[in-house]
């Protein structure tokens, strides 16, 4: 995915799966989900959500989760954006926040009143902007996110994260520089020194707008890398630690098992064991997009 | 009007008049302008235009026109924004060509086809916005004349004027350097190199970009605040001249008689002559937007 780029589908299955929903790329990601035929729980951290048609969920690439669709037919639509799409579509972190600020209690699963068609009919307005290629297309997408976005603060207004109104843009900065410096050795103090601030104020703003310290956006970035190179590579363990930027195997091993519950290798044995299949829905460009559909684990 | 501003507004007259329609402010904004009721001539620059029903015009704030009402009752809807609020909004340059490239040639009534339903949707729509004041409408207006201006080149490709690919962003850079140093003495050749430009390149992307040489455009930003000043003041032309930045009252008086057709002396006598109306829509906030209804010049 291009760092300005946005992407939409449309998916339906009739079959019992399990779909192990997580990016496979270097940058950041958000999707939106809309359920809009059977129903889905989705596992995210040791929580779950029950969703059913009309629902809309959002993540963030590093919050992989796991849809197990539990009513057929099925179907969904989704849209997906770089973090850059969102920062030149939605400056105010009023309205971004949604996006960006996932502390552990955030809810996915948005309370969208039952009533409120504007959120549906913009999401279907993405997906038929996508479908068509008019001219400037991927403006119009940005534009009905950016709607999309103000039309869900209407209808619930409390589940947007507050953010404070200061120091958003050196935020943003840090953000991008720990997503593609994560393999290197980083020292918050001199993230802070990189970026004039001091330590305090980074921490403080930089949890203010994401719901994370800088240090635990760090580990995120690194296990998220480490779970692309665990699935797609057979490098071993030293050697991803060493790729993401962890010290030595032993500490990837516990920051991932603390993260997703399972070890590095238990992961790696769970994704090559199972069936893998590309998703394939409506023309999605997927050059570095990757979402595998996972039978039942029995 | 704040930088990052937009507004919007609908009025009606049932009485014959001409609307002289200048902006009186210090930021360059634009205007989108369709005719919702009766028909209107605008003259710009010794041309003119007749509107009826469905018709859009598009000015820039330096483009001061009249409106001069030929069929009753009347009524037209309008949007008004700043040039950050463009440049924020619309950062795809073959985009915004349509507010910012308005070359010597450039036709200010587009020709939206009849049957073309959706820039004039969201037109409304904007308005609607800004009416209700639901929250984020500000964001909601800017998303909205995003796929506004995606439609009209959807509809109607032609009047795009073609931009060049590169050299964009400086060439903001110095349209907005013009716009706040116009009274200072300013050489093309210090500005190319304040902005680490060759002369050649700086006025080969600033024409391809705007339309004008960086020197017309200087000329011009002058020439608009000198109206400014000879309608709100009673300074001497010498003093006008010199806040403006040109260095003689002669200097002043020679460009003014050849952009307006009409000598800063006659156009002083007839905005004090006229009975001043200020623009008073529906709620619109008009801090240093000001607009003056004319009775006919007999």
Same mark, same amino acid.
């Given at each position: 995915?291009?760092?300005?780029?946005?992407?939409?589908?449309?998916?339906?299955?009739? $079959?019992?799966?399990?779909?192990?929903?997580?990016?496979?790329?270097?940058? +950041?990601?958000?999707?939106?989900?809309?359920?809009?035929?059977?129903?889905?729980?989705?596992?995210? =951290?040791?929580?779950?959500?029950?969703?059913?048609?009309?629902?809309?969920?959002?993540?963030?690439?590093?919050?992989?989760?796991?849809?197990?669709?539990?009513?057929?037919?099925?179907?969904?639509?989704?849209?997906?954006?770089?973090?850059?799409?969102?920062?030149?579509?939605?400056?105010?972190?009023?309205?971004?926040?949604?996006?960006?600020?996932?502390?552990?209690?955030?809810?996915?699963?948005?309370?969208?009143?039952?009533?409120?068609?504007?959120?549906?009919?913009?999401?279907?307005?993405?997906?038929? +902007?996508?479908?068509?290629?008019?001219?400037?297309?991927?403006?119009?997408?940005?534009?009905?996110?950016?709607?999309?976005?103000?039309?869900?603060?209407?209808?619930?207004?409390?589940?947007?994260?507050?953010?404070?109104?200061?120091?958003? +843009?050196?935020?943003?900065?840090?953000?991008?520089?720990?997503?593609?410096?994560?393999?290197?050795?980083?020292?918050?103090?001199?993230?802070?020194?990189?970026?004039?601030? =001091?330590?305090?104020?980074?921490?403080?703003?930089?949890?203010?707008?994401?719901?994370?310290?800088?240090?635990?956006?760090?580990?995120?970035?690194?296990?998220?890398?480490?779970?692309?190179?665990?699935?797609?590579?057979?490098?071993?363990?030293?050697?991803?630690?060493? $790729?993401?930027?962890?010290?030595?195997?032993?500490?990837?091993?516990?920051?991932?098992?603390?993260?997703?519950?399972?070890?590095?290798?238990?992961?790696?044995?769970?994704? =090559?064991? +199972?069936?893998?299949?590309?998703?394939?829905?409506?023309?999605?460009?997927?050059?570095?997009?990757?979402?595998?559909?996972?039978?039942?684990?029995?």
């Amino acid at each position: 995915m291009h760092n300005s780029q946005m992407i939409a589908w449309k998916e339906s299955t009739v $079959r019992p799966s399990q779909y192990v929903h997580s990016f496979f790329h270097s940058h +950041q990601a958000f999707e939106v989900v809309m359920v809009t035929e059977g129903a889905v729980r989705v596992h995210f =951290s040791g929580r779950s959500y029950d969703a059913c048609p009309g629902d809309i969920l959002v993540f963030g690439s590093m919050e992989s989760h796991v849809f197990e669709i539990t009513d057929f037919p099925y179907s969904r639509t989704g849209i997906r954006f770089s973090r850059e799409a969102l920062r030149r579509t939605i400056q105010n972190p009023a309205l971004s926040a949604i996006y960006i600020k996932h502390a552990p209690d955030f809810c996915h699963l948005l309370p969208v009143p039952r009533e409120a068609e504007e959120p549906r009919r913009l999401l279907e307005e993405i997906q038929g +902007q996508f479908r068509q290629k008019a001219p400037f297309y991927l403006e119009n997408m940005l534009y009905l996110l950016g709607q999309f976005t103000v039309s869900l603060y209407r209808c619930c207004p409390a589940c947007f994260p507050v953010v404070s109104a200061s120091g958003h +843009q050196s935020v943003y900065e840090v953000l991008e520089y720990l997503e593609s410096h994560y393999a290197e050795n980083i020292h918050v103090e001199e993230l802070a020194r990189h970026f004039y601030m =001091s330590s305090s104020h980074l921490a403080h703003t930089f949890r203010d707008l994401t719901g994370h310290t800088p240090r635990q956006y760090l580990t995120l970035c690194r296990l998220s890398r480490a779970r692309e190179l665990l699935a797609a590579t057979d490098l071993p363990l030293e050697d991803v630690a060493a $790729r993401c930027g962890f010290d030595l195997a032993g500490t990837l091993i516990r920051s991932f098992k603390k993260e997703y519950n399972i070890t590095p290798g238990a992961f790696r044995k769970s994704v =090559s064991a +199972q069936q893998s299949i590309f998703e394939n829905g409506l023309d999605i460009p997927v050059p570095d997009v990757m979402d595998t559909f996972h039978v039942p684990i029995s």
